[in-house]
């Protein structure tokens, strides 16, 4: 069974920091998300990855297979980017099954 | 841009009864899945289903729920007979394949009484 830790797992900013969110996982997967939950609860999918690094457009998302690790950095934060912040991970063996971290709510202040 | 749709937005229910959740998947999508979120807690999966059938399901995933795909656009989740530990938010998501980005629906608010 995989174990997904996050860190932190609240996180408070001023606008136009740079943030850094953790993901941690115990078992070796096929892919890593990374979501959004708004906080009316709808959930976006921002990345998939499974190697490397990928970005989109302020997001950069990184992982480490060896070290079972993964950062999501959002640059020059915004107000608009208060939301809960999820890491999922897809069990290698599996097709389809993903499993939860608790997510990282971040709250961005003006 | 094509988006999953759940409905309704939210079902109060009393304990016992049986209630069916909808979603429209994106229509290209083959793979689809329900998950749930107790409130305050983290998001898990229930069931995963493909080629009209189930692929994965979850230990959550007991007798009492039913999954289907009845026509060509809707995929449905059916709790037979709901307890109060059943009040959650369910998502419904899609994707094209497995093991690629799922698309998640808004999410049915079940509230049982």
């Known amino acids: 069974k995989n174990e997904v830790e996050q860190s932190p797992q609240n996180l408070t900013a001023q606008e136009g920091e740079f943030i850094t969110i953790n993901c941690s996982y115990s078992?070796?997967?096929?892919?890593l998300h990374w979501l959004q939950q708004h906080p009316g609860g709808g959930i976006v999918s921002l990345f998939m990855l499974s190697s490397g690094k990928k970005k989109h457009g302020r997001l950069i998302a990184t992982i480490n297979i060896q070290e079972k690790h993964s950062s999501l950095h959002i640059t020059a934060s915004h107000p608009r980017d208060s939301a809960v912040y999820i890491c999922?991970?897809?069990?290698?063996?599996?097709?389809?099954?993903?499993?939860f971290g608790t997510g990282t709510r971040l709250q961005v202040t003006l | 841009e094509p988006e999953v749709t759940q409905t309704p937005s939210h079902q109060v229910t009393q304990m016992g009864q049986e209630v069916i959740l909808r979603c429209v998947p994106i229509?290209?999508?083959?793979?689809f899945y329900w998950y749930r979120q107790i409130l305050g807690q983290k998001v898990e999966f229930l069931v995963s289903f493909y080629n009209n059938e189930i692929s994965e399901k979850s230990e959550i995933f007991d007798d009492q729920f039913s999954v289907e795909r009845p026509d060509g656009s809707n995929f449905t989740l059916k709790i037979r007979s709901t307890k109060l530990e059943d009040s959650a938010m369910y998502f419904c998501?899609?994707?094209?394949?497995?093991?690629?980005?799922?698309?998640f629906g808004p999410g049915t608010r079940l509230t049982v009484l």
């Open positions: 229509s290209n999508h083959l793979y």
């Open positions: 998501a899609s994707s094209q394949a497995p093991r690629v980005a799922q698309y």
């Open positions: 999922a991970v897809g069990n290698t063996g599996t097709a389809s099954k993903l499993t």
């Open positions: 078992v070796g997967i096929s892919a």
